[in-house]
T-cell receptor, first 111, second 110 residues
Framework: KQEVTQIPAALSVPEGENLVLNCSFT??????LQWFRQDPGKGLTSLLL???SQREQTSGRLNASLDKSSGRSTLYIAASQPGDSATYLC??????????WGAGTKLIIKP | DVKVTQSSRYLVKRTGEKVFLECVQD?????MFWYRQDPGLGLRLIYF???????EKGDIPEGYSVSREKKERFSLILESASTNQTSMYLC?????????FGSGTRLTVV
């Protein structure tokens, strides 16, 4: 059964730092991996989607990588800002087309 | 842009009440989903639907039912609300493997 793990569960860094959030999955048979952002009490916003055949995707200051063979993805945030504070969730679409979720990393950017 | 609208942002209901959570999407997506989100547990799938009048149980369907009479609308029903159903409920629709989420309904059962 596919399991998705995100480490760390929470992270606090000073503004301006570059940072990396980690996501690992147990079964490499995935269709894609997605990173979402969730602000407190709100729904989810899709940030990046990496197809299983891709190695990375970039959007502005965000870069997501995917290594299927090792079951890992990273979300790199450059030059962090207080507005980046949120919970970041990763999810994989498994071989049954179901979304399997990690528990999220709560990110706090200190001004 | 695809829009998924959940009718209520916050709801407070009494134990034993019948509760309806409504979700509407405007992009003719075939697939719709209901999740609940609890601290430390992440998102868990309650029910999903791949077509009108079609429904499939997710990981935690107990205590819930769903209705999909029209393609754009997917309703989650709590037949008799209980305090352990206090949670954030998220609706999503998808085209293929790209998902769009609503803003969520925070339900409190007292």
């Amino acid at each position: 059964k596919q399991e998705v793990t995100q480490i760390p569960a929470a992270l606090s860094v000073p503004e301006g730092e570059n940072l990396v959030l980690n996501c690992s999955f147990t079964d490499s048979a995935i269709y894609n991996l997605q990173w979402f952002r969730q602000d407190p009490g709100k729904g989810l916003t899709s940030l990046l989607l990496i197809q299983s055949s891709q190695r990375e995707q970039t959007s502005g200051r965000l870069n997501a990588s995917l290594d299927k063979s090792s079951g890992r993805s990273t979300l790199y945030i450059a030059a962090s800002q207080p507005g980046d504070s949120a919970t970041y969730l990763c999810a994989v679409v498994d071989s049954n087309y179901q979304l399997i979720w990690g528990a999220g990393t709560k990110l706090i950017i200190k001004p | 842009d695809v829009k998924v609208t959940q009718s209520s942002r916050y709801l407070v209901k009494r134990t034993g009440e019948k509760v309806f959570l409504e979700c509407v999407q405007d992009m003719d997506h075939e697939n719709m989903f209901w999740y609940r989100q609890d601290p430390g547990l992440g998102l868990r799938l309650i029910y999903f639907s791949y077509d009108v009048k079609m429904k499939e149980k997710g990981d935690i369907p107990e205590g819930y039912s769903v209705s999909r009479e029209k393609k754009e609308r997917f309703s989650l029903i709590l037949e008799s609300a209980s305090t352990n159903q206090t949670s954030m409920y998220l609706c999503a629709s998808s085209l293929g493997i790209r998902y769009t989420f609503g803003s969520g309904t925070r339900l409190t059962v007292v």
